[in-house]
């Protein structure tokens, strides 16, 4: 060491005392560890999303602000905003959140029917593999489910940007069953098989909305929340309807 390195040091002897604890203290952590810091932030994304797709589903998109959004969840507004972004970006998470799973269920379970079946295979037993895991999560799913099934069948309806939303999401799904169907009904052209999807997805997305609107047209004597009556019928009149238009138009 120089004199004058010396001579500094010991004009400053308490600061040289705490800079060499601190070089010989082992380091300190801070906060939460690593691990609760991800599950902390993985629950506040989780509930987030959870109220989000509750106002969504009742409100619609333009029914709410993400003020509303971190009200209902309980948490500060730049919360959301750091999470997810702007309102769109919040919305697409939570449409994509559960969509995975839908998804990933229904074509999980038509080709497993396909290959059970082979040859054999038929168009109600196709379309009940397609449609019965969107109806038991609705039905066995928790509130959760009910409210998403709610945000589908509006952003199905939506002229803005329900399109675009609905074929980023569902469209590979939904190319797999019509390539199916096509094996079962050869006499049908593309279109008439894209038309029959089109008339089964507004009857689906709207049945599982449970609007109430079965339950006043009939006088009570059909409730829009029997899904599982509700997906009886559906199989049959969709399997009926893709015959009828089967080789309807021009090829």
């Known amino acids: 060491m120089s004199k004058l390195d010396a001579s500094t040091a010991a004009h400053r002897p308490v600061a040289a005392a705490r800079r060499k604890a601190v070089a010989d203290a082992p380091a300190a952590r801070r906060g939460r560890p690593p691990k609760a810091q991800a599950k902390a932030a993985g629950e506040t994304r989780d509930l987030i999303l959870d109220a989000a797709e509750d106002l969504f589903s009742k409100h619609g998109f333009y029914g709410v602000t993400i003020r509303e959004v971190a009200r209902e969840a309980g948490v500060d507004t730049a919360l959301v905003h750091y999470y997810f972004g702007a309102k769109r970006d919040l919305f697409d998470a939570v449409f994509l959140r559960r969509a995975e799973v839908w998804n990933n269920d229904r074509v999980a ?23 019965r895991p969107p109806f038991e999560w609705s039905l066995k799913g928790g509130p959760g489910w009910k409210h998403y099934a709610a945000l589908v069948a509006q952003t199905n309806a939506n002229p803005s940007f329900g399109g675009e939303t609905m074929a980023r999401y569902f469209d590979p799904a939904i190319h797999r069953l019509i390539e199916l169907i096509a094996v079962v009904l050869p006499q049908a052209s593309e279109v008439d098989l894209y038309w029959g999807y089109h008339n089964l997805s507004g009857a689906l997305t709207l049945t599982l909305g449970e609007t109430g609107r079965l339950d006043r047209l009939s006088g009570g004597l059909a409730r829009s929340g029997d899904l599982e009556t509700a997906g009886d019928y559906m199989v049959r009149f969709a399997a009926a309807g893709f015959r009828a238009v089967a080789g309807v138009s021009p090829r």
């Open 109 to 131: 379970a038509i080709d497993r029917y396909a290959e059970a079946a082979g040859p054999d295979m038929t168009l109600e037993g196709l379309l009940e593999a397609f449609l």
